[in-house]
């Protein structure tokens, strides 16, 4: 019980940019995410993906991931690196289950290859379900002339 309470992701959506304040949840055919650095496998080829969590480190101010968004059969494998900065917090849980590190996400940065876009929607990662940031996949088939 207190892993669940302890463990604070932060909350990660994939959506259409439909062009309007409320946009278009969608599912990922597969999607694989390796941590920068510890090179850990957190989602290997992982279908039908609309939400994810993603650990942040809880010894340093940033962190980064590897993101394989599915793509065209007929299209090289292009990488997407999201870095994530924010400032950390040690707060008590309880007395039975000890402190938990909460974030609070000051900026993100990343790269084109497959992401159109990122919002950041919650600022305040604690142990709660809310949803902290909305990606954008790029859906505009490749040049391949």
């Known amino acids: 019980m207190c892993e669940d309470i302890a463990t604070v992701p932060v909350r990660i959506g994939f959506f259409e940019d439909n062009n309007t304040d409320d946009p278009i949840a969608v599912s990922l055919d597969s999607l694989t995410v390796y941590g920068l650095g510890n090179d850990s496998l957190i989602y290997n080829n992982r279908p039908n993906v609309a939400q994810i969590e993603l650990p942040l480190n809880s010894q340093q101010?940033?962190?980064a991931f590897i993101f394989?968004?599915?793509?065209?059969?007929?299209?090289?494998?292009?990488?997407?690196?999201?870095?994530?900065?924010?400032?950390?917090?040690?707060?008590l849980i309880s007395m039975e289950?000890?402190?938990?590190?909460?974030?609070?996400?000051?900026?993100?940065?990343?790269?084109k290859?497959?992401?159109d876009s990122i919002?950041?929607?919650n600022l305040n990662v604690?142990?709660?379900l809310d949803e902290h940031i909305k990606i954008f996949p790029d859906n505009t088939p490749a040049d391949n002339e």
Do not use: H, M, V
């Open 61 to 63: 101010d940033s962190c």
């Open 97 to 111: 289950c000890g402190f938990s590190t909460f974030y609070e996400l000051n900026d993100i940065s990343y790269s």
């Open 119 to 121: 919002s950041l929607d």
């Open 113 to 115: 290859n497959r992401i």
């Open 126 to 128: 604690r142990n709660t």
């Open 68 to 91: 394989i968004l599915p793509q065209a059969p007929s299209e090289f494998l292009q990488l997407d690196t999201i870095w994530f900065y924010y400032d950390r917090k040690a707060t």
